[in-house]
């Protein structure tokens, strides 16, 4: 059965400094896909990054990075350079190729404080 | 292209009341969720279609919840009767599976329901 695992519920870090918000996951399927989401405190939900099981490469995407580790089903989203901007919720979510479709589920979420 | 739209944003019933919320995918998606957020749970699957099958439905909390999806365009939550515990953000997302897209869901703004 899919299962996500954020650890952290809240985190802080200093404007301009990088953070690692925490995501681990387990599936018994080869072939799946991890994504962050953020939520501001407007409420929409934003999608920030993808990784695929079979991607060689971890994923980037301007100032957030994914630092997937396969072996150990870690899936840790890296901002750097943070910004007021982003305080927020974020979500780690995974989807299941095989065995669940596209059923999509999601981690409790950790909430980021970005200090001035 | 307009994104997912939910309606009503806000509902405020009583107890024991018929709950309807409303969604309408992005145009050419082929798969459609039905979220509830609360601060206890987090973000929790209630169901999803594909083509407008309902493919699972695991996550639906009991008898009092319904969902629908008559056409590629629109999709019904349904609560009868209400109860204080259902109060939360009720999200509804969409999602191609075609294209080599990455599968990532695109949320409406939510539905905040609020029961007395």
């Known amino acids: 059965a899919q299962k996500i695992t954020q650890t952290q519920p809240g985190m802080f870090v200093q404007e301009k400094e990088a953070v690692t918000l925490d995501c681990t996951y387990d599936t018994s399927d080869p072939s799946y896909g991890l994504f962050w989401y953020k939520q501001p405190s407007s409420g929409e939900m934003i999608f920030l990054i993808y990784q695929g099981s079979y991607d060689q490469q971890n994923a980037t995407e301007g100032r957030y990075s994914l630092n997937f580790q396969k072996a150990r089903k870690s899936a840790n989203l890296v901002i750097s350079a943070s910004q007021l901007g982003d305080s927020a919720m974020y979500f780690c979510?995974?989807?299941?190729?095989?065995?669940?479709?596209?059923?999509?589920?999601f981690g409790a979420g950790t909430r980021l404080f970005v200090k001035a | 292209d307009a994104g997912v739209i939910q309606s009503p944003r806000h509902e405020v019933t009583e107890m024991g009341q018929e709950v309807t919320l409303r969604c309408k995918p992005i145009?050419?998606?082929?798969?459609l969720f039905w979220y509830r957020q609360t601060m206890m749970r987090g973000l929790e699957l209630l169901i999803y279609?594909?083509?407008?099958?309902?493919?699972?439905d695991s996550g639906m909390p009991e008898d009092r919840f319904s969902a629908k999806m008559p056409n590629a365009s629109f999709s019904t939550l349904k609560i009868q009767p209400s109860e204080p515990r259902d109060s939360a953000v009720y999200f509804c997302a969409s999602t191609s599976s075609t294209g080599g897209q990455t599968g990532e869901l695109f949320f409406g703004e939510g539905s905040r329901l609020t029961v007395l």
């Open positions: 145009s050419g998606h082929d798969y």
């Open positions: 279609f594909n083509n407008n099958v309902p493919i699972d």
């Open positions: 979510a995974m989807r299941e190729a095989y065995t669940g479709g596209f059923k999509t589920i």
